[in-house]
């Protein structure tokens, strides 16, 4: 585990709004994403989680701190990142097939080569809606797939352009039990057999164990980072792992964390 | 199940007119009710048939002078759709002023519009396209305005410019509002193009009625009604079509897919 640094954040804080009205979302964070590595943030709700995907994104800079990727400051949107949300945001004009080649339609070298190639990117999209498991569906669209077929298509969307990293903000907050752990495993397979980068998002303590290498906790507003866990379970997991000892020593040990951080006054809006 | 849709479709709406103009007729003649007031359904169809001729022509000359309007309407409400769009400045700085001009009854402009271009088909173009624009802007700007910012999100992340996100994203997306307020535009179009008439013009159906009318001719006044109607029908129809090729998508829950 000795991968060079893909992401260096520096006491980085953040803020929306300007001098006075500002709202500081994150303050002081410093954390560090290795290449390959797969980390996952938890915290309570509005605790500046999002935000933190934002700065990274190059979506929203930083108010103070340093943030570099690949050893290089963060300025504007970094591009070789690959984005998926609690809703799946398909384009409902689009057949699924379409939908996961947008991203190609906009980033170098493919926005140029896509009219001239655009069988062979096909194609690419294709195989990559059917290794999730969507092999049947490219064809239709997006409101024609259930919650969870259509967050496997925003998955791929999210990676057909191979991203350096990929930014998850509670990707499986609106699926069911099942289908998520379904997931689970989905995204677990991708980024073994892709070695991307992952940044996972979310409020499921169980989701974050199971899938992350480490496991940052982050305090309410504005968002501090609490503990940084080493999960420590050898990977690939099996869900059998989940109603192990060992497993639910750290969920538990995550949610006590969580408990103490939230603040009754700041926890009422 | 087809035979259901065909009685829902066809079989009732037709059903609903017939027995409209049934009762009109009934009334009529129950009441004894003077062809000066109201001419029983009858009279009315009569005088359709009767002045066919100048009721095509004046006909001819409304609905080309409301789809002229309409379609500088369309063109006009489009562009000004997207630049309000775009930017949130624009929207601020001329949404009041749209807001503003929408406001004043399209009659009291006419005059003017007649003092500038003269009696002819120019002033009722001119007054179908200003009632008409008004709605296309608001929708087309409406559906830029409510893009998903997680959508958009995504797209930036990649370094999409504003112009990739418009293309890719903004225009497919207002698409559905904007098919939806040519239905409310045509109709407007076609009042328009018939106020205008109405205050002064040399041919239109709005200018037969108003002759209709100094004569005492009621039943061609009604007819004069019954042909508007008629064809208001057909131009909403007309958008309505289009709509539902071009924007299905939006539609899913009906369509067959």
């Known amino acids: ?269 | 199940m087809e035979r259901r849709e065909f009685t829902i479709k066809v079989v009732s709406p037709a059903l609903f007119t017939l027995s409209l103009f049934l009762i009109w007729e009934a009334v009529c003649r129950v009441f004894n009710v003077p062809l000066t007031i109201l001419p029983a359904a009858s009279d009315v169809f009569a005088a359709l048939w009767r002045y066919r001729a100048p009721i095509a022509e004046n006909s001819f000359v409304t609905l080309w002078t409301t789809l002229a309007g309409f379609g500088i309407a369309t063109v006009f409400g489009l562009t000004l759709g997207i630049a309000v769009g775009w930017h949130r400045a624009l929207y601020a700085g001329i949404y009041p002023v749209l807001v503003g001009f929408n406001s004043i009854p399209k009659v009291a402009v006419v005059p003017v519009l007649i003092l500038w271009f003269g009696l002819g088909e120019l002033p009722a173009i001119m007054t179908a396209f200003l009632i008409s624009f008004f709605p296309i802007v608001v929708n087309v700007a409406t559906g830029l305005a409510t893009t998903e910012p997680e959508l958009e999100d995504v797209l930036r992340a990649l370094g999409a410019s504003k112009l990739d996100i418009m293309r890719k994203v903004g225009i497919p997306r207002s698409l559905p509002y904007f098919f939806g307020s040519l239905k409310v535009a045509i109709t407007l179009a076609f009042v328009g193009a018939v106020v205008s008439e109405t205050v002064g013009a040399n041919k239109g159906i709005g200018k037969l009625m108003l002759d209709a009318q100094s004569a005492f001719q009621v039943p061609i006044v009604f007819a004069g009604l019954l042909v508007l109607a008629f064809l208001g029908i057909v131009l909403y129809a007309m958008t309505a079509l289009i709509e539902q090729r071009f924007t299905g998508w939006a539609f899913r829950g009906q369509a067959n897919y």
Request: glycine share 8%.
């Open chain 1, 1 to 269: 585990m000795t991968s060079p640094v893909l992401v260096r954040l520096d006491r980085v804080s953040m803020a929306y709004g300007r001098r006075e009205a500002a709202i500081h979302a994150v303050q002081d964070v410093s954390l560090e994403i290795r290449k390959g590595e797969f980390i996952a943030v938890v915290g309570p709700s509005g605790c500046g989680k999002s935000s933190l995907l934002r700065l990274i994104s190059g979506l929203h800079p930083p108010l103070s701190g340093n943030l570099s990727v690949e050893g290089k400051p963060v300025k504007g949107p970094i591009k070789s990142v690959g984005m998926v949300f609690q809703n799946s945001n398909l384009l409902p004009w689009r057949k699924v097939v379409d939908n996961v080649l947008l991203p190609l339609e906009i980033v170098e070298p493919h926005r140029s080569r896509i009219r001239r190639e655009g069988r062979s990117y096909r194609e690419k999209s294709i195989k990559l809606l059917e290794s999730v498991g969507l092999g049947g569906f490219t064809d239709k669209f997006p409101w024609q797939l259930s919650g969870g077929m259509q967050q496997r298509a925003s998955i791929c969307r999210a990676l057909i352009h191979e991203p350096e990293i990929l930014l998850l903000d509670e990707p499986f907050g609106a699926l069911d039990a099942f289908t998520r752990e379904d997931l689970w495993c989905l995204l677990r397979d991708l980024q073994a057999a892709r070695a991307v980068t992952v940044m996972l998002v979310t409020h499921d303590l169980r989701e974050a164990v199971f899938l992350a290498d480490t496991v940052y906790v982050m305090s309410n507003r504005p968002g501090r980072m609490v503990k940084c866990l080493d999960v420590g379970i050898s990977r690939p997991r099996d869900l059998e792992v989940t109603y192990g000892a060992q497993f639910q020593a750290i969920v538990h040990e995550l949610r006590g964390l969580i408990g103490r951080t939230g603040d009754p006054a700041e926890g009422a809006h």
